[in-house]
């Protein structure tokens, strides 16, 4: 006897495959705009809720990644936005970053706390590039730019961390 498949079974395997290639990605990116662990939970969650709604017109012209970052970050903006959020301290410091592999030097926690002080914009390219392994290209379609904005943005970023981190001010 065999299984006959039908449309939702596929929809429900392709969900499944996206959480489990991309939950863990989605959550620390959610937690360092966030800056709490819960409230990346729930963004996640809410992440794939939406994109199990909006399964049907994923088009595939940008990859699934870029597709669920795009809809985590929009996610995430509109937590931020909400005045309960506002009104909370949520400052991070590198030892409340989850998934810790081991204790952090002194230089990856001042370059950590460099990157949460940058400028929205600046903030979350550098944290799709290094973070997220995206290309310029991924990053460019997630946040709807062009590629040499997110180039400019970058290497901006890096110029503020630069000085930053030999002892300027940006």
């Known amino acids: 006897m065999s299984v006959v498949k039908g449309p939702d ?95 952090a030097e002194a230089e990856e926690s001042a370059l950590t706390l460099a990157v949460m002080n940058l400028p929205r914009k600046e903030r979350e390219v550098v944290l799709l590039y290094y973070y997220q392994d995206m290309t310029m290209k991924e990053i460019a379609g997630t946040l709807g730019v062009t590629q040499p904005t997110v180039t400019y943005r970058l290497r901006r970023a890096r110029e503020r961390l630069r000085l930053e981190m030999e002892g300027g001010t940006p």
């Open 9 to 103: 079974s596929e929809r429900d395997d392709m969900l499944r495959q996206m959480i489990g290639e991309h939950q863990r990605a989605l959550l620390r990116m959610c937690y360092l705009y966030l800056h709490d662990v819960q409230l990346a939970e729930d963004a996640v969650q809410e992440t794939f809720i939406k994109a199990m709604r909006a399964l049907d017109s994923f088009r595939g012209e940008a990859s699934a990644k870029t597709w669920l970052t795009r809809i985590a970050m929009r996610t995430c903006m509109g937590m931020r936005r909400s005045s309960w959020f506002r009104r909370v301290d949520r400052r991070v410091t590198p030892e409340m970053l989850p998934e810790k592999s081991q204790e």
